[in-house]
RNA sequence: GCGGGUGUGGUGAAAUUGGUAGACACGCCAGACUUAGGAUCUGGUGCCGCAAGGUUUAAGAGUUCGAGUCUCUUCACCCGCACCA
């Protein structure tokens, strides 16, 4: 310990404890003022880049400043890694634990629609207030790296990158059909679509054919689920990407189209299957309604109005209809076949809206026998079913599990793993197909028609096509505009800033037009934490050396719902800067947890519309910023979703309170082995509890070693400071407090962790349990470490023990040292 | 359908990973005290029973000297994904 003026040459702290004229009311409100203040003004949590330490970087989602201003859900993550970031602070890491807001999106862009106020007015306005809040609730940010990716100053850096995506060919821009929302007029990525609604606002979402630009997430999809290996991500965010990436192994092969007489017609269609070994139980395939063939060769139908009809009613259906009716559907294309490569056989051919032209080749070959969907579909159509796998009964349903093969040629009695490697190796042998690789994941549709957001820094001429800005003339500033509504032709409202619109062509210097649509939301957010290591950098969007410094992140904490989003959309943007050496290496987060949310007492959702919000201010207000922290911490299991409690609450707050009158009872006295005990006890628990985010049970262990010292008539100094350093990552203002109230002139802040002492944490006497052939029958209370003998020597003599014996022979007795007795007779 | 998870008192939850189930709190009951304070303090509190005792971790079976924990079966709930061939 060091620094204690006052405390030293003191026998008991009676004397000070009159100049300090302590109250006896526990004055949350000015200890939590003042100890603010003065961090502030000290720049306590400043950090810079430190070689001498070895680096901690924490890292929690950066809020978008709404208008509503934080939710209690905020703080569970923020304090979590507030302890985490505090209490690494003092075992000697250099820590960096930033703080900024993720400002673009359409929230502010709706009240401006709304109000007439600038999105730039309302946002700057919302971070004052969330700035306050976070203030008041006193985590350990340094404020000085804070930022907004609204910030012309750091969107010029988004910008750029998305440059360097375009230059290396991972931005594109394509007309494609996409997901687009009626009710926000704007089109969304695949993971912004929830059940065929919109994630934002829950409309249903319907497709349109947009030019888009596009980020070519999907190059990147074997290595986002391979280097998953390399970081220590939770086992449901790991499996959650995973499953959304869709890796799956196939292959690849083509049916010749014929006629019905078997006449080559010149087109190849391609399918895609994972098991060609089942090829000899196709006896149908189908084609999406849009696979192009499908057009190319109408004229040769002999149904062609039906085959017509069918397609534009499919069309017609929106994805949520398209995928919630799962009865089968679709007409024969009559007039043609597919030629089976390995059979020769010929097939009939159907176009159905259950093959999507999304995903494969947007054709298949159909094994109704080994596949259910095939299966109802052969049932619809009365079409035959050929089971090639052994085992199953299919008079009822598909036989989906494995078997050995029969009626398939070559593979006759070959096992999957055989069967699937002679399947393909035929294949390729003859020519017609390949082993493939697909994923459900698609590429990033990256344009919002929209005006709050990143301008996508491109301009279109007609000579010269695409043209990136000169890099130089970033970053490209989002214009004023007179009106912010979207229209229902999906143009983003920067389409009437014609000034700003026309342009001339970097390349040419002839006459070009800007990019009207903006960048998504997620755009900001996928390098945010790059920026916090050295955020003031105008030269470049952070410096060579604080990266290598400061990444990867050690631990981020955030919430689950961004695991499809924002997490795996910044895992690909940062393995993308990795390749181009921008980044040192090329998985962002080492670590990843994820917090439950916090729900209304009754188990509710919190939302404006239920009136069930509990506003942080209030909490502060009325019980402090420090009671508030510890009940966010011992509300419950951390991972899980928690249920608010006022009277809970109200128990912390009294807990706190208790800290604070204890201090009455310090002297300077000797601690007993007792006091040692529960004090070594206390740190060895809290230390172990706070690193695997048990953060309730480290507060247990907070309340027990504080019911020990309060049932002492002196509380030795030793252990009252030893509480105030375990307590101050979770109650800093009150530990900080306390700290000077003992009489050291020292940031608590700035102490060192106390080391637990397992020898000196240790009972000397223990109590087992006594069973009788398993029974729990009484217990015995005996030295720690006993001999055996002693154990069962104790446990036969029990009152019970002998009782319930009743003169029985014993046949033997089990003894787990320190734990139990085990008599079995 | 696939993937992940959860199930323990009146409530939120613990349980050293197979060894005294219910720590720590909330609530409740009884009492004390008071400069009426967000009071505080003392004792009690899984269930049945006056007690001895019995019984108890969603239900059932199994392994074990011993199971909340391991295995199998069943049920309930939550969260993702979902006609991805």
């Given at each position: 310990m060091s620094g204690n003026a006052r405390y030293n040459?003191?026998?008991?702290f009676d004397d000070w404890q009159k100049e300090w004229?302590?109250?006896?009311?526990?004055?949350?409100k000015s200890i939590e003022h003042k100890w603010q203040k003065i961090w502030e003004d000290e720049k306590v949590y400043k950090v810079e880049i430190d070689k001498s330490k070895e680096k901690f970087y924490a890292l929690v989602e950066f809020p978008y400043?709404?208008?509503?201003?934080?939710?209690?859900?905020?703080?569970r993550s923020y304090t979590a890694l507030d302890v985490i970031s505090r209490k690494k602070r003092m075992q000697g890491y250099n820590v960096l634990y930033p703080m900024g807001f993720d400002a673009f999106g359409l929230p502010a862009e709706n009240y401006a629609i709304k109000t007439g106020v600038h999105p730039a007015v309302s946002t700057r306005e919302n971070i004052a207030n969330f700035t306050r809040q976070l203030k008041s609730i006193g985590f350990?940010?340094?404020?000085?790296r804070s930022f907004a990716t609204c910030d012309p100053e750091y969107y010029k850096w988004t910008q750029w990158m998305f440059i360097q995506f375009y230059k290396h060919g991972l931005a594109y821009k394509d007309k494609m059909a996409i997901n687009w929302c009626p009710s926000c007029k704007v089109g969304l990525a695949n993971e912004e679509v929830v059940n065929g609604c919109c994630?934002?606002?829950g409309a249903e979402v319907v497709r349109k054919d947009k030019e888009q630009w596009m980020l070519a997430i999907t190059k990147y999809a074997d290595r986002l689920i391979d280097d998953l290996k390399e970081v220590d991500f939770i086992d449901r965010v790991r499996s959650t990407q995973i499953n959304w990436i869709g890796r799956s192994e196939g292959a690849e092969l083509e049916f010749d189209l014929t006629d019905n007489s078997g006449a080559d017609l010149g087109k190849k269609m391609v399918v895609y299957t994972t098991?060609?070994?089942?090829?000899?139980?196709?006896t149908y395939c189908v084609m999406a309604p849009e696979h192009k063939f499908v057009a190319e060769l109408m004229?040769?139908?002999?149904n062609a109005d039906e085959v017509q009809k069918y397609i534009e009613e499919a069309a017609k259906k929106s994805e949520l209809q398209r995928t919630s009716d799962t009865t089968k559907t679709g007409v024969e294309l009559k007039g043609i076949k597919a030629k089976?490569?390995?059979?020769?056989s010929l097939v009939p051919v159907f176009i159905s809206d259950?093959?999507?032209?999304?995903?494969?080749?947007g054709a298949i070959m159909a094994v109704p026998a080994h596949d259910q969907r095939d299966y109802d579909f052969a049932k619809v159509f009365n079409l035959p079913i050929i089971q090639?796998?052994?085992?199953?009964?299919?008079?009822?349903?598909?036989?989906e599990e494995d078997g050995l093969h029969i009626?398939?040629?070559?593979?006759?009695?070959?096992d999957k793993k055989e069967a699937m490697a002679a399947a393909i190796k035929y294949a390729e042998d003859n020519g017609f197909g390949h082993a493939k690789v697909n994923f459900k994941l698609r590429d990033?549709?990256?344009?919002?028609?929209?005006?709050?957001g990143e301008p996508i820094p491109m301009v279109y001429c007609e000579h010269c096509g695409w043209q990136p800005i000169?890099?130089?003339?970033?970053?490209l500033k989002l214009p004023e505009v007179p009106d912010y509504r979207p229209n229902d032709n999906g143009d983003?409202?920067?389409?009437?800033a014609t000034d700003w619109v026309n342009t001339t062509c970097p390349k040419c210097g002839g006459h070009a037009r800007r990019e009207t649509d903006v960048m998504p939301n997620w755009a900001g957010s996928s390098w945010y934490f790059l920026r916090?290591?050295?955020?003031?950098?105008?030269?470049?969007?952070?410096?060579k050396e604080a990266l290598d410094y400061w990444?990867?992140?050690d631990w981020y904490n955030g919430g689950m719902?961004?695991?499809?989003l924002h997490l795996l959309y910044s895992r690909f943007w940062h393995k993308f800067l990795y390749d181009c050496g921008y980044?040192?290496?090329?998985?962002?987060?080492?670590k990843r947890t994820s917090h439950g949310m916090i729900l209304a007492a009754n188990g509710e959702k919190m939302s404006k519309s239920r009136g069930n919000v509990v506003n942080p201010d209030d909490i502060v207000n009325n019980y402090g910023a420090d009671t508030f922290r510890l009940y966010e911490m011992f509300i419950?299991?951390?991972?899980q979703v928690a249920m608010w409690s006022e009277e809970s609450l109200n128990g912390v707050y009294r807990f706190v309170a208790k800290v604070y009158s204890l201090f009455?009872?310090?002297?300077k006295t000797e601690p007993s082995e007792n006091d040692l005990r529960a004090m070594h006890k206390c740190i060895l628990e809290v230390t172990e509890r706070i690193d695997q985010m048990k953060f309730n049970t480290a507060v247990s262990s907070l309340m027990t070693y504080v019911n020990y010292m309060s049932d002492l008539p002196k509380v030795p100094a030793e252990l009252y400071a030893v509480l105030l350093k375990l307590l101050s990552p979770f109650t800093p203002h009150l530990a900080e407090e306390m700290w000077a109230r003992m009489?050291?002139?020292?940031f608590i802040v700035a102490e060192s962790w106390p080391k637990g002492d397992a020898k000196l944490a240790e009972d000397n006497v223990v109590t087992l349990g006594v069973q009788l052939n398993g029974k729990m029958r009484g217990t015995i209370t005996i030295?720690?470490?006993?001999d055996n003998k002693v154990a069962e020597e104790a446990a036969l003599k029990l009152d019970n023990v002998v009782r319930q014996l009743n003169g029985k022979p014993v046949k033997k007795i089990i003894v787990v040292p320190n734990r139990i007795v085990n008599i079995v007779a």
């Open positions: 040459g003191k026998e008991s004229e302590i109250e006896d009311r526990y004055n949350f400043p709404s208008g509503a201003g934080l939710h209690v859900g905020h703080p350990s940010f340094d404020w000085d994630e934002r606002c098991r060609p070994d089942t090829t000899f139980g196709v004229e040769k139908f002999e089976n490569p390995y059979t020769g259950y093959v999507l032209t999304g995903y494969g080749t090639v796998l052994a085992g199953g009964d299919i008079s009822e349903k598909a036989w009626n398939s040629g070559f593979m006759n009695g070959m990033w549709v990256f344009s919002r028609q929209r005006y709050w000169p890099e130089d003339q970033l970053p983003s409202p920067l389409a009437n916090y290591c050295d955020p003031h950098n105008d030269k470049e969007f952070a410096s990444m990867n992140v719902e961004h695991t499809t980044v040192p290496q090329s998985e962002p987060y080492h419950g299991p951390f991972d009455k009872k310090v002297y009489g050291y002139n020292t030295a720690k470490n006993a």
